[in-house]
T-cell receptor
Framework: ETGVTQTPRHLVMGMTNKKSLKCEQH?????MYWYKQSAKKPLELMFV???????ENNSVPSRFSPECPNSSHLFLHLHTLQPEDSALYLC?????????????FGPGTRLTVT | GDSVTQMEGPVTLSEEAFLTINCTYT??????LFWYVQYPGEGLQLLLK?????DKGSNKGFEATYRKETTSFHLEKGSVQVSDSAVYFC????????????????FGQGTILTVHP
């Protein structure tokens, strides 16, 4: 499945590092999403972009900074993270605008903060 | 607000057993309903969907029927295989949600399924 790709697949970073996660979708969609998946916790929606505009920020700490330069690319910039930020970060995309559209997910980036 | 409740897991079955994973929802409108599956080390994959009452979604031997009267969307498979071992998520999307809510999926907590040979 190459519809939604994420890089890197695995990332280990120290608490003082700065890194970025990248997501790219090849499906012609206009909405993109970042989710956080932690062990034994429900899937958490972090950010939503519709037509490159951020339409949702679910009280995410400022150490996570999203960027959506165009409808095909989505980044998550990370800085001064905490160990509790270790999780699987999933990107997804769907058709944009109002409606009920399924989301297509990437394979995720497994992040470990040391 | 909208919510999705799945049966508690984990679920452990022998190969060829019948599978049911219960899912119920609350929503203010008439949502679309989805089942996603997550295999170990991977992201979520759409398994099946239904967009209106009495619709049946099906894929890879899995089925689920949109029951408006009981607000349910239970996942079933007649004969599971070891390769079906994964985490299953029920989700809904409200097509008429306004403001910043359109396009959002509300997920259940996930049900871990393990199938033994």
């Amino acid at each position: 499945e190459t519809g939604v790709t994420q890089t890197p697949r695995h990332l280990v970073m120290g608490m003082t590092n700065k890194k970025s996660l990248k997501c790219e979708q090849h499906l012609g969609h206009n909405a993109m999403y970042w989710y956080k998946q932690s062990a034994k916790k429900p899937l958490e929606l972090m950010f939503v972009y519709n037509f490159k505009e951020q339409t949702e920020n679910n009280s995410v700490p400022s150490r996570f900074s999203p960027e959506c330069p165009n409808s095909s690319h989505l980044f998550l910039h990370l800085h001064t993270l905490q160990p509790e930020d270790s999780a699987l970060y999933l990107c997804a995309s769907s058709q944009g605008g109002q409606g009920s559209y399924e989301q297509y997910f990437g394979p995720g980036t497994r992040l470990t903060v040391t | 607000g909208d919510s999705v409740t799945q049966m508690e897991g984990p679920v452990t079955l022998s190969e060829e057993a019948f599978l049911t994973i219960n899912c119920t929802y609350t929503a203010t409108g008439y949502p679309s309903l989805f089942w996603y599956v997550q295999y170990p080390g991977e992201g979520l994959q759409l398994l099946l969907k239904a967009t209106k009452a009495d619709d049946k979604g099906s894929n890879k031997g899995f089925e689920a029927t949109y029951r408006k009267e009981t607000t349910s969307f239970h996942l079933e498979k007649g004969s599971v295989q070891v390769s079906d071992s994964a985490v299953y998520f029920c989700a809904l999307s409200d097509p008429h949600a306004g403001g910043t809510s359109y396009g959002k999926l509300t997920f259940g907590q996930g049900t871990i399924l393990t199938v033994h040979p």
